[in-house]
């Protein structure tokens, strides 16, 4: 994991607040441990993973354009 891609994952998460994220590993362990340095270095949650796919999600910490609504 290097800087300018934790530096580019911030930004998207910033800006769109919900981003997909494609993982380019051939074992599924190795991106489970991708996806969760990921989720946890960028201070995001994982919404769903399929595949090679995985969303996370970060609420903007200036104007959230994403509410969810109250249980």
């Known amino acids: 994991m290097t800087a300018p891609v934790l ?6 998460l910033e ?16 991106r489970d441990g991708i996806v969760a340095e990921l989720a946890e270095r960028s201070g995001a949650s994982l919404v769903q993973r399929i ?8 609420p903007s910490t200036g104007k959230r354009q994403i509410v969810l609504p109250r249980p």
Do not use: P, Q
Request: charged share 35%; hydrophobic share 45%; proline share 0%.
């Open 7 to 12: 530096a580019e994952l911030d930004g998207a």
């Open 15 to 30: 800006h769109h607040e919900l981003v997909k994220v494609k993982i380019a590993a051939a074992d599924r362990d190795e």
């Open 51 to 58: 595949g090679n796919v995985a969303v996370l999600y970060r």
